[in-house]
């Protein structure tokens, strides 16, 4: 996803109403962070639980050396369907570094959208955000490769890549002379075909049923491409105006991944889903790489270890977010579809990473097709890491 996220709202209800009228209570009297983290344990309701709750958040923050603010595009709790493991990154980060580090969280866009929190963490105006990989191409336009179709979209392909040293060696150097450290990526499933209500009574199993079609697109000259490849009319629409460009049929068709698109309050406006596992639909939190430098070496090293913690964890509630959300939108009469290998060989062969008009694009992101080759190799080998595909 790579533009201003649409929080998922959930129905109102009188239990909801009150937790909400508590949340601002609790924050007003001791701060956002602490009233977040009450919330997330389920003590809001109870003012001596939440007291502790809020006793413990101010301890922890009295006795730190460093204070590391996260800015998140999501609620906290999101992670039930979309897995960004905030809550996670939090406690592993303040553990692994004893205490030396607190962590401020800025969940649900209260500190910017989208390219936005980017941008704040190279002018170190918070320290880390979550954001999407597309949202962070304009500061390290390297990330932009896994949008090249069919060579990393699969869940286990993208682990196999980001975390090998082909990809690091280019990527990540190039985001540190940017100003930015590359803490972890966060895995969501891959891009999905997601049809309009009211388009086609059958899902879209091969390139040759997007003909025609309205396929809304970010800005990624990347995506765009593919689509053409694909044989759809690819349409610009920003992301906040992608609901009602659905509804109105000015878009026919989008991309995210399940997950994302029942985050972001799709379930009611589609038909089909295809999983016709393209690119990647995934996420990143990145820090302030000057103020991370900034710390002890032994706390630098106990960040990393507190990410790759919660990468793992990531890897872990895929499955889990994925079940959730799909079983909600099926409810709301969402069918899905998953192509046979025939159908993924036509996809591949139609927009694949190996045609010609993917040359260019290769040699100015990886360096040169060679880099590219090695990058290739590298997603296609496992790793160390395990993780579902749908």
Not at 50 to 56: D, R, S
Not at 178 to 199: E, I, N, S
């Amino acid at each position: 996803m790579n533009d201003k996220k649409i929080e998922h709202i959930q129905p109102a209800d009188p239990l909801k109403s009150e937790e909400r009228r508590r949340f601002f209570e609790f924050s007003g009297k001791f701060g956002f962070t602490a009233a977040v983290m009450a919330a997330a344990g389920g003590t809001l309701m109870s003012r001596d639980a939440a007291a502790q709750t809020a006793q413990e958040e101010t301890q922890r923050q009295r006795d730190a050396k460093a204070t590391m603010t996260i800015a998140t595009e999501y609620r906290i709790g999101a992670t039930r369907w979309y897995p960004l493991m905030q809550l996670n990154l939090k406690e592993n980060i303040q553990n692994a570094t004893n205490g030396h580090v607190y962590v401020r969280l800025a969940p649900a866009g209260q500190l910017g959208m989208g390219a936005a929190l980017a941008q704040g963490v190279q002018a170190n105006t918070f320290q880390a955000a979550q954001h999407s990989i597309a949202n962070f191409s304009p500061f390290a336009p390297e990330v932009d490769l896994v949008n090249i179709p069919y060579w990393c979209g699969a869940n286990q392909n993208f682990v196999n890549l980001v975390t090998s040293d082909a990809w690091k060696s280019v990527v990540h150097t190039k985001a540190e002379e940017r100003g930015f450290k590359v803490l972890l990526y966060l895995v969501l499933d891959p891009r999905t075909v997601a049809c309009r209500k009211g388009l086609a009574n059958a899902p879209i199993k091969t390139p040759s049923d997007l003909r025609g079609i309205k396929f809304r697109v970010p800005a990624s000259e990347i995506l765009q491409q593919f689509y053409r490849l694909a044989g759809a009319n690819p349409t610009p629409v920003a992301w906040g105006e992608t609901p009602s460009a659905i509804q109105q049929g000015v878009a026919d068709a989008l991309d995210p991944a399940a997950v994302a698109l029942y985050s972001n309050g799709f379930k009611d406006i589609l038909s089909w889903v295809t999983f016709n596992r393209s690119v990647p639909d995934s996420q990143v939190y990145s820090c302030n790489l000057q103020w991370f430098r900034g710390l002890p070496q032994e706390v630098q090293d106990q960040i990393d270890f507190a990410s790759e913690i919660t990468f793992q964890q990531n890897l872990a509630q895929v499955p889990a977010s994925r079940a959730y959300a799909m079983a909600e939108m099926a409810a709301a009469g969402v069918q899905f579809y998953s192509p046979t290998e025939d159908e993924l060989g036509q996809w591949a062969e139609a927009c694949g990473w190996q045609r010609p008009e993917w040359n260019d694009t290769k040699v100015k992101l990886a360096g040169s097709i060679e880099s590219f080759e090695r990058m290739r190799e590298a997603a296609a080998t496992r790793g160390n890491y395990y993780v579902h595909d749908i």
